[in-house]
C-alpha cells in the first residue's frame, strides 16, 4: 500500500471526508475523478461496443472455491470479463453487515488495477429478520420500507448499514490514492412483489422516498462520491411502466433493466426484449445517461439456470443487442453467477455452450477485459 493511500483511508477512519453541500445535481457535481471517467467511458462507449460483465466473476465457480483470481470465463477464454458484479450483502459478500472487506477489496482492486470496474448490487438485509424477501418477512403487518425512513422504529438499523457501506466505499483507493469508482444498484426489480421493497409492499411515496434517502445520506452525511447509481426495475411493458417509481434524474445515473423471462428455453418473446431495449436505450438518451442490461442469464422452461441453450449468447443475448442501431447503444451487460453444475449463467470448461461463448468473446462488439486499454 502506498503512503498516499494510507493517508486517505486514515483520513477516512477519522471523519475528514467533507460532506457534499447540495443534493441538487449533487451525483454528477461530485463525482469523484475516477468515479468521472467511468462514467464517460460508459456514455462514449454507446454504439461502438458493449462490456460483458459477470456476477461473483472470481472467487469461486463451476467445480472450484476459494481463488479471487480464478474466474470460469477466464478459464473458457483465456481472458476476464470487463467488468465483476458483487453483492452488498448476498453470496460471498455480507460488507453491509461490516464482513469480507479485505475479500471485497481485493477483488474489486483486481477489476480496476486491469483497467475493468466493478457493479456492486444490495439485496438488502430485514431489519425485522428474514432476509431480501418479502415471503421471508417474519411480519407481514409491518411496512419495512416505512419502518427504515427517518422516524420509521427500525431507521437506526437502517443508518447503521448505510454508515458501514459508507465506510467501505470510502476506503476503495488505489495505488495512485484515488477512489475507486463503483456501479451502485438500489433498490433493484421493484416492479416485481418478491422483495420487502418491491411494488405491493410499499408505496410509491415511500419507495421514493428511500431512494433519495439512501443517495443523500450517503453523499451528503457520509461523503461517498466515487458511486454511480443505477436503476433496474424488472422486464417491463411501457415507458410508464419502466418509470414507476423513477427517484428522479438528480438521483439516477445509470438506466437499467433486469431480464431473464424474455431470453429464457425455447422463449418466442426475443422482439419483446428487442422493444424493451429499445424503448430503454430512448429514455436514457433522452436523460443523457447509459443504458444497461444489468441482469440476465439462461434459465430452462422450468426456471432452472443451467444454460440449456448451447448457443444462448450468439443468437439470444447478441442477437437483440445487436438487432438495431437503437439496441446496440446498451453500455453493458451483464451475467449472473456460476454456483455449480445445477446454477450457472456462463460456461465452464468442457460445458457444450464453450464454442458458442468463444464466438460471442470473439465478436468485434464484445468488450471483455483484454479489450479495456483500447477504450
Known amino acids: ?56 466473476a472470481t472467487g469461486y465457480g463451476v467445480g472450484w472455491k476459494n481463488d479471487n483470481d480464478s474466474s470460469d470465463i477466464k478459464k473458457v477464454t483465456g481472458d476476464y470479463p470487463a467488468f465483476a458484479g458483487w453483492g452488498a450483502d448476498y453470496s460471498s459478500c455480507q460488507i453491509a453487515r461490516g464482513e469480507g472487506f479485505e475479500d471485497a477489496r481485493y477483488k474489486i482492486e483486481l477489476f480496476h488495477d486491469m483497467g475493468g470496474f466493478s457493479t456492486i448490487e444490495w439485496h438488502a438485509h430485514n431489519p425485522y429478520g428474514g432476509n431480501y424477501m418479502w415471503a421471508n418477512h417474519p411480519d407481514k403487518t409491518k411496512n419495512v420500507v416505512a419502518s427504515i425512513l427517518p422516524n420509521g422504529e427500525k431507521h437506526q438499523d437502517f443508518l447503521q448499514q448505510l454508515d458501514t457501506l459508507a465506510f467501505f466505499f470510502n476506503t476503495l483507493i488505489d495505488d495512485d490514492g484515488k477512489k475507486i469508482p463503483i456501479i451502485f444498484r438500489l433498490w433493484h426489480e421493484h416492479t416485481g412483489d418478491w422483495f420487502w421493497w418491491g411494488r405491493a409492499n ?26 454511480l447509481y443505477a436503476y433496474s426495475p424488472d422486464r417491463f411493458k411501457s415507458r410508464e411502466h419502466y418509470l414507476f417509481r423513477y427517484p428522479g434524474d438528480e438521483y439516477i445515473d445509470i438506466l437499467g433493466f433486469d431480464d431473464y423471462g424474455d431470453l429464457c428455453q425455447d422463449a418466442t418473446d426475443i422482439p419483446i426484449f428487442v422493444e424493451q431495449l429499445e424503448t430503454l436505450v430512448s429514455i436514457a438518451n433522452e436523460k443523457n445517461k447509459p443504458a444497461a442490461l ?53 460456461p465452464y470448461p468442457s460445458h457444450p455452450s464453450v464454442p458458442d461463448f468463444l464466438e460471442f468473446y470473439n465478436n468485434p462488439y464484445t468488450i471483455f477485459m483484454s479489450d479495456m486499454n483500447n477504450q
Not at 410499499?202 to 453523499?219: A, D
Request: with cysteine.
Open 1 to 56: 500500500m502506498s503512503k498516499l493511500k494510507f493517508l486517505f483511508i486514515s483520513l477516512v477512519f477519522v471523519g475528514l471526508i467533507g460532506c457534499a453541500q447540495n443534493p441538487i445535481n449533487l451525483i454528477e457535481k461530485d463525482r469523484s475523478e475516477l468515479t468521472q471517467q467511468l462514467y464517460d467511458k460508459l456514455i462514449n462507449i454507446k454504439g461502438e461496443g458493449v462490456f460483458i460483465g459477470m456476477q461473483d
Open 202 to 227: 410499499c408505496s410509491v411515496e415511500e419507495y421514493i422516498s428511500l431512494w433519495q434517502f439512501t443517495v443523500n445520506y450517503l453523499s451528503d452525511e457520509k461523503g461517498v462520491n466515487n458511486l
Open 294 to 346: 444489468t441482469e440476465t442469464g439462461a434459465f430452462t422452461v422450468d426456471g432452472k439456470a443451467t444454460m440449456p441453450e448451447n448457443d444462448w449468447f450468439t443468437e439470444k443475448l447478441l442477437k437483440g443487442i445487436m438487432h438495431n442501431e437503437i439496441t446496440r447503444q446498451i453500455s453493458y451487460v451483464m451475467v449472473w453467477r456460476n454456483a455449480n453444475t445445477g446454477h450457472f449463467h456462463a
